[in-house]
């Protein structure tokens, strides 16, 4: 009896054991695809290479953003996956990032990456983007509520690219299934032209205004000092960060010279600067002083700022601010000629109908005297409603959820803890 009290306790003791065992055995597993889930690659951008999602030029800034309307959470990823289409990587002009924000917009709470330290090939290029060798601007975004994705190419010639799809995850994720190609490309051509943009305004990131004159670029060999005048308002929410940027080169930060602008002295209302031009805070050697041909400032705010450009010219000691300066990169706003407004062609007078015939008067029997004549009225006519075209916009490229299937979790855990029950069973 004592010895089969002693098994019965025995076995008891085993089964409870095995119970806990197969406890924790299944919340471990699930551990596991938790932690697997939260690794798996989410699609955040794709179908761009179906869609045509490219832009082609000879020169300046090739730009592609997306924003997203859903923001995703990056916080326990690894990576970011691109797949970026370039056609001329030998033209790209050392210039170019690859941005992720939570602002919604660029410059602000940011991590970039420089894009020239990726392998460019001709054609299509999928990198994978190591996370925590980003850097930040305008502030460290939430990794957790990302919501804007931009990807930029400075180009020396005429070149394009092109962007397939957005992603995150663990290492080596595999997205080669949601990879599309490029369609009938439609070129625009590129005719050379001046770009001014004269305004600019926003609560964060960089507020700035420019001018990229490929068509007039101006020697300024004969003259000593940048005149540039230029209307601000909520310098208080400046936060010290910026320049202002001359190159002979039509892109920013390439044969330049630039000032910092915490150094310039900057108040709300019109500042007029006077600028030495042997005497900025920089100065690329390879800057030519023969053919300056882009303009740029730049300031980074953390509230409402907004600016207006007038003139930037260039003269010497005795000259003075206005509209007599020697040379003019972007003339004073009061010297644009006017817009023409677009002549519409005028409307010849619509031919008047004929007027019909008078058809003889028909006399009407004369009514019975007592009798009642009845009037006769016209029957109104009903207008048909007419159909307005949809205007609709454009449906927004897709963005993908989670590509890892929840169903497959649930099945794995109910078959999980399925084994372990009746491991238990067998084992009691």
């Known amino acids: 009896m004592r010895l089969n009290s002693y098994s019965i306790m025995n076995k008891g003791g085993r089964t409870a054991n095995m119970k806990?065992?197969?406890?924790?055995?299944?919340?471990?597993?699930?551990?596991?695809?938790?932690?697997?889930?939260?690794?798996?690659?989410?699609?955040?951008?794709?179908?761009?290479?179906?869609?045509?999602?490219?832009?082609?030029?000879?020169?300046?800034?090739?730009v592609l953003d997306v924003n997203f309307e859903e923001p995703f959470n990056l916080d326990e990823a690894d990576y970011l996956y691109i797949r970026y289409y370039i056609e001329d990587p030998e033209a790209y002009a050392n210039n170019g990032q690859i941005e992720i924000t939570s602002s919604g917009t660029c410059d602000a709470q940011e991590f970039n990456w420089d894009l020239g330290t990726m392998d460019m090939e001709p054609g299509w290029n999928e990198w994978q983007v190591d996370l925590f060798s980003g850097r930040e601007t305008g502030g460290m975004p939430d990794f957790e509520k990302i919501n804007y994705f931009r990807i930029y190419f400075f180009t020396e010639g005429e070149n394009l690219v092109a962007l397939d799809y957005v992603a995150f995850g663990g290492e080596n994720e595999d997205f080669s299934s949601i990879a599309t190609e490029l369609g009938e490309v439609q070129r625009e051509e590129h005719v050379p032209k001046d770009d001014v943009k004269r305004t600019g305004e926003g609560d964060v990131g960089a507020i700035s205004v420019q001018a990229a004159m490929e068509l007039t670029p101006v020697n300024t060999e004969e003259?000593?000092?940048?005149?540039i005048r230029l209307f601000l308002d909520g310098v208080d929410h400046f936060t010290?960060?910026?320049?202002?940027?001359?190159?002979?080169?039509?892109?920013?930060?390439?044969?330049?010279?630039?000032?910092?602008?915490?150094?310039?002295?900057?108040?709300?209302?019109?500042?007029?600067?006077?600028?030495?031009l042997d005497l900025p805070d920089s100065y690329d050697a390879d800057f030519n002083r023969a053919a300056v041909s882009f303009f740029r400032i730049?300031?980074?705010?953390?509230?409402?700022?907004?600016?207006?450009?007038?003139?930037?010219?260039?003269?010497?000691?005795?000259?003075?601010?206005?509209?007599?300066?020697?040379?003019?990169?972007?003339?004073?706003?009061?010297?644009?000629?006017?817009?023409?407004?677009?002549?519409?062609?005028?409307?010849?007078?619509?031919?008047?109908?004929?007027?019909?015939?008078?058809?003889?008067?028909?006399?009407?029997?004369?009514?019975?005297?007592?009798?009642?004549?009845e009037e006769v009225t016209d029957e109104p006519q009903v207008e048909e409603p007419v159909l307005i075209p949809s205007t609709a916009p454009d449906p927004e490229p897709e963005l993908s959820a989670n590509t890892f299937d929840a169903a497959f979790f649930i099945a794995l855990i109910s078959v999980t803890a399925l084994l372990g029950v009746t491991f238990t069973r067998r084992k009691s």
């Open 20 to 62: 806990k065992l197969s406890i924790v055995f299944l919340f471990a597993a699930l551990s596991l695809l938790l932690a697997v889930s939260a690794a798996a690659g989410t699609v955040m951008y794709q179908n761009g290479g179906a869609e045509n999602n490219f832009k082609n030029g000879a020169s300046g800034a090739l």
């Open 223 to 227: 003259t000593e000092y940048a005149y």
């Open 240 to 276: 010290g960060n910026g320049q202002l940027e001359l190159t002979s080169k039509l892109n920013p930060d390439q044969q330049e010279i630039h000032w910092d602008v915490s150094g310039l002295d900057l108040q709300d209302g019109w500042n007029e600067l006077k600028l030495d």
């Open 298 to 373: 730049y300031m980074f705010t953390e509230g409402p700022l907004s600016m207006e450009l007038d003139y930037v010219g260039f003269g010497n000691e005795n000259d003075a601010f206005g509209n007599d300066l020697p040379v003019y990169l972007v003339i004073p706003k009061e010297l644009e000629p006017a817009e023409e407004p677009e002549e519409v062609p005028a409307e010849e007078p619509a031919e008047e109908p004929a007027e019909p015939a008078e058809e003889p008067a028909v006399e009407e029997p004369a009514a019975e005297p007592g009798a009642t004549v």
